[in-house]
Structure formats: C-alpha cells, structure tokens
C-alpha cells in the first residue's frame, strides 16, 4: 500500500500570521489545499494521511473529507513523523510512505507518483536543490558547495526500513540520513520550482508563480522542468554548435510544453537520449500508451511536417507506429521498440525479412497525394553544388563530385521511376523489437528505389573499418543486389555518397569524416569505372 503523508503541524512561528501558514489562503484558497488535492490526484497513492493539530481542522473545508485519515502532531517535526508512522503501522499494511510538507504547494501528482515508482528501485528518494551560491562556515573554511545540497519535501522511503530507524532525537529533520549508509537512495534534482511558504512575503510569490502557470495554461500544480534536463551531448554537438541562440529558444519552449503533454499523452518520468542531433528524443512511459518515445523537431530545421508525413505514408508494414502528434510542440509520440538493438548486418535473416517487406511496399510517387511534400532527391543534389561555397571545408573535392554525381544521375535515372522513399535507412533508423525491426526517423524524400538499400551500405562501411572498404563493398553489393541492379546500386551509392559528404562537412566541427567519406567515394567511382571498362 502506498501512503501519502501530509505534516501539517506546524504553527509557522517565522510567518508572522495569527493561524498556521499551511491554512493561510493562497488565491481564495487555504495553501494545504493545494497539497491534499495533488494527492487525491496521484495514481499511485491509496491512502492520505495528515498529521496535524486536530484544533486546526475548521480552517479548510478539505479537512472535512471522510476519506482522509488524521494522526496528532508533536512538539517538534520528527515527533510529528513518529507519530504518524505510529498511525501507519496499527492501520495499514504500508509498504512505501511519501512525506509532503502542507505549506509546500506547487507539489503536482506525477511527481508523487514518479516517487513510489523510484522506490520500486530505491530504499529512499529525497528532494535536493543544488547550491547556487557560494557556501561558507563561521570557521571559513573553504567548501566546496559540490559536495553538498539542500533537502526538502517531498521525500518518499521504503516504510518498514524508515519506521525501523527513526529516532526523535536526532540531531537533524532530515530523515534518510537516519537510514544506514547502505541503503541506496536517490537524489531529485528535478523539481525547481519547489516554493515552500516560510515568511509571509512568500505567499506574493506563490501567487505571482500561479498567475503565470495560468497564463501557460497550467495547472496549479504543475510542474515547470528545468530546460538543462533537454541539453543532451548531441544538441551540443550539432544545432548548439551552429544555430546555439535559436536553439536555447527552442529547448526552452520543449520545456514550457513537456507539462502539457505529459498531461495530454499521460506520459511521466523520462530518459533524453544523448545521440539525437535534429531534435529531441525522451524515452518515457505512457499511462495511456506504455513504452513510448517523444520525439521533438525545432521548426527551424523543417523537418517536423515532412516527418509526420512520412509516418503516415510510408508501410505500417516496417515503420515504428505513430502514435500521436502535437502541432503546437512539434511533437511526435512513438511506440517505444524494445529492446531497440541497432539493424546488423550479422542478423541475416530477420534483416532480409525487413527488406522484402521494404521493397513490397515501397510507394510509387504516382500514388503519393501531394508529392512536393516531400524532398526531391535530385533538386537537393544539384542545389548542393550550388551552395558549394557555403561548405566548410574541402569544397573543390566535393564539388568536382558533386558535379559528377549529377551526370550519373542524368545519364543513367532521368527516366527511372520514382517513389516516397523512407531516405535514411541505415543501421542507427532501422531497430530490433521482439522478433523483427522496425525503421524510424524517416526523412521522407522522392528518389529511384535504390536510396532504400544504399545508405544502410554506406554506413555499414564507415563504421567497420575492420574490412578493406573495396572487400566490404562487394560483400554488401551482392547481398543488396537480390532488391535492385548491381550496376544500378553501385552507381546510386556513389551518388548518395557524395550527396551526403556535402551535408558531412556541416555536421562535424572537423574535416575528419569528411576526408573518410571523401576515401570511400574514390572506391566506389574506382569501382564504377573499371565495370564500365569491362
């Protein structure tokens, strides 16, 4: 059983008001309130229970609830805390506790849950601020404020390892540090906006921050997550490396809205992935949905719509399933694949599967609605070549490329036909489920079929490097080849290859890959001109 405990006995001896602060209104409404309702609202509480001095009662009609229970309060806090433990123990079969401080409003119920949750892991969950200031003693010593940080309500604990210890003694409120230091607990840095109501000037702020939840269409309890959470290594690496203003405003944006989605997709706690560069990817659980994935994409790389598109359109046969989508986030909600391995070339058979199901479904541009929707491959290319001067580095190699990458496509797919290609399935897009894969992030472009099957050939070739390029691409050319022409796919691979170097001179902050691309292409144009010879 999961037990909500609310400390509400304290008579607020700093606020300065003549009742407790918790029962002092707060927009019309006593500050306890707040808190008893976010509880009745947690999923995952089955009992509250408030500590409290009983006298207080008539100052919240919320107290009138016959489905809350009521323990007396002590003299000092930890007396207060026994005493409900006492209550607990003669009239519940509690396996885990969750303490909440009655004059801290802004406590919202995922929060509540995402606390019992941890402690299906974790002996305690302790709320901590970090320590913005520098931090001193009477002695001067020097401190490294690292080393430290502030606790606060709510903090959650397995009930019979806590109700073990507990001492009214101790020297300090702080309960877990009573648990043994083997006990494994876990630190919430999480919860920023934790105002807990100490003076009586406090209570403008509270209103000033519910006023502008308001305005954000937030509940009263919601929660406002720290834009640091949505700056992942990749985001580093590529859009706040290059466009680092436009890109703080959008992360800033993603975490203004995660409430509302959270709401409206049910979703709770997440993991960011580190490795996405274009957006954002949040591994989360959904109470509606499961295992899911959120995926953001910043409007500024105008991939969102075209994104959405390609989900909708291409085979549900290999796509990961679009759950839902929100406009206003440019947000996506995906069914999270488990256990996610990346496609290897090893898994002959289940990759072959994936494959045939590609080329059955792969989608004829003539029975696309719309199809300028979508990015038009050879448009694209030749637009490379004319922005060549806006490449970092090696632009001469790559352009006496790129223009011959336009006569291949000229000579030999000026008339193939064309269809909605997913456009990026290589290794990283293309993940294992259960018992077969699933391809995700497409990039949704017209092109001849081979764009399919090429780059899943390019990236297996620069990534293992322990075979001769020329070696690797034979063994890729005739496993490929059963989906489309030998020549056909060697060509296209050329072409693609050099389309993507331009893009690999954006993406990196060195000339590295570059020149590693800039090897392969010289195999493959090797390639190509001793078969035209034979």
């Not at 520098?134 to 109700?163: C, H, M, W």
């Not at 590609?358 to 003539?366: E, G, L, Q, W």
């Not at 030749?382 to 223009?403: M, N, S, V, W, Y």
């Not at 072409?495 to 590693?516: A, G, L």
Request: glycine share 4%; net charge negative; charged share 30%.
């Amino acid at each position: 059983m999961n037990i909500a405990m609310i400390m509400s006995g304290g008579i607020g001896k700093r606020f300065g008001a003549p009742i407790p602060k918790q029962y002092t209104k707060l927009k019309g409404r006593p500050v306890i309130d707040y808190v008893i309702e976010t509880c009745k609202k947690s999923k995952k509480t089955d009992k509250i229970l408030i500590v409290i001095d009983k006298q207080c009662m008539k100052y919240s009609d919320m107290l009138s609830d016959p489905e809350l229970d009521f323990a007396p309060n002590g003299r000092e806090r930890l007396e207060s805390v026994k005493n409900g433990f006492d209550y607990i123990k003669s009239h519940y079969d509690c396996a885990k506790v969750v303490i909440l401080d009655a004059v801290a409003p802004f406590v919202y119920p995922e929060l509540i849950d995402d606390y019992f949750d941890k402690l299906g892991e974790y002996d305690a969950v302790i709320t901590a601020q970090k320590i913005t200031g520098a931090l001193g003693n009477v002695n001067f010593d020097p401190l490294d404020r690292e080393q430290f940080y502030v606790t606060q309500s709510p903090e959650g604990f397995i009930f019979d390892k806590i109700n073990a210890v507990i001492d009214t003694q101790f020297p300090s409120q702080e309960l877990a540090w009573q648990l043994p230091r083997s006990t494994k607990k876990y630190l919430n840095f999480d919860f920023k906006n934790n105002l807990k109501l100490t003076y009586d000037f406090e209570l403008q702020y509270a209103e000033f921050y519910m006023d502008y939840l308001a305005s954000k269409n937030l509940g009263s309890s919601a929660r406002i997550i720290d834009s640091s959470r949505f700056v992942t290594e990749g985001l580093r690496y590529f859009l706040l490396r290059l466009r680092p203003e436009e890109t703080q405003r959008w992360i800033d944006n993603v975490a203004a809205e995660y409430n509302r989605l959270s709401e409206k997709w049910g979703l709770g706690s997440f993991i960011p992935s580190q490795s996405s560069r274009y957006g954002l990817v949040l591994f989360a659980k959904s109470e509606k949905y499961g295992d899911c994935v959120v995926k953001f994409i910043p409007d500024f790389v105008g991939r969102y719509q075209t994104e959405v598109d390609s989900y909708r359109e291409l085979s549900k046969g290999y796509m990961c399933e679009l759950i839902d989508t929100d406009d206003r986030a440019g947000a996506m909600l995906l069914k999270r694949i488990s256990p996610a391995k990346y496609a290897d070339f090893n898994d002959n058979i289940r990759l072959t599967e994936f494959f045939d199901t590609v080329d059955k479904t792969i989608r004829s541009v003539k029975t696309v609605e719309k199809p300028e929707r979508f990015l038009d491959f050879f448009d694209d290319l030749k637009a490379k070549l004319a922005h060549l001067d806006e490449a970092p580095f090696c632009r001469a190699e790559i352009g006496e490329h790129l223009q011959h990458s336009i006569e291949l496509y000229e000579r030999y797919f000026s008339d193939a036909p064309l269809y909605l290609c997913h456009g990026d399935l290589h290794a990283y897009n293309v993940l294992l489920g259960e018992d077969h894969y699933s391809a995700v992030d497409p990039i949704g472009v017209i092109a001849p079929r081979e764009l399919e099957f090429v780059r899943f050939m390019r990236n297996d070739i620069l990534n293992i490097r322990s075979f001769g390029m020329r070696e690797r691409l034979d063994l890729l050319l005739s496993y490929f080849s059963r989906w489309t022409g030998r020549k056909s796919l060697l060509l296209f691979l050329y072409i693609d290859t050099v389309y993507v170097t331009y893009n690999c001179t954006f993406e990196h902050p060195t000339d590295e890959q570059t020149r590693y691309n800039l090897k392969l292409i010289k195999v493959i144009r090797k390639m190509i001109e001793q078969n035209m010879m034979e």
